[in-house]
């Protein structure tokens, strides 16, 4: 079974390119992070919700529920997690921002 890698808002501030099919853990070690798509399609899903998130080239997502959280690259495509700050407070615990 392949290993999974896992990004964090912590220590990758750059944006981390994922080839078609890849899938990335999503850590988020001080509380809400924001998930944002450069380039390419994405799905974002997290522990808790019952939705998926497909996200497209500048659209966002704030994942600010606890647990696992993970993106599958549909096609290649650039993602960048950032710590989320108070403009980024959603509505309802992982509101889509897009």
Known sequence: ?????????????????????????????????????????????????VEDHVLEAGDELVLARRGLAVAWAFTEATISVREAGPADAPSAPGAFAG
């Open 1 to 49: 079974m392949p290993t999974m890698m896992t990004i964090s808002s912590t220590t990758d501030h750059a944006a981390r390119h994922l080839a078609e099919n890849e899938a990335v853990r999503i850590s988020r070690p001080h509380g809400a992070v924001v998930v944002r798509v450069e380039r390419g399609t994405v799905l974002v899903t997290q522990e808790d919700d």
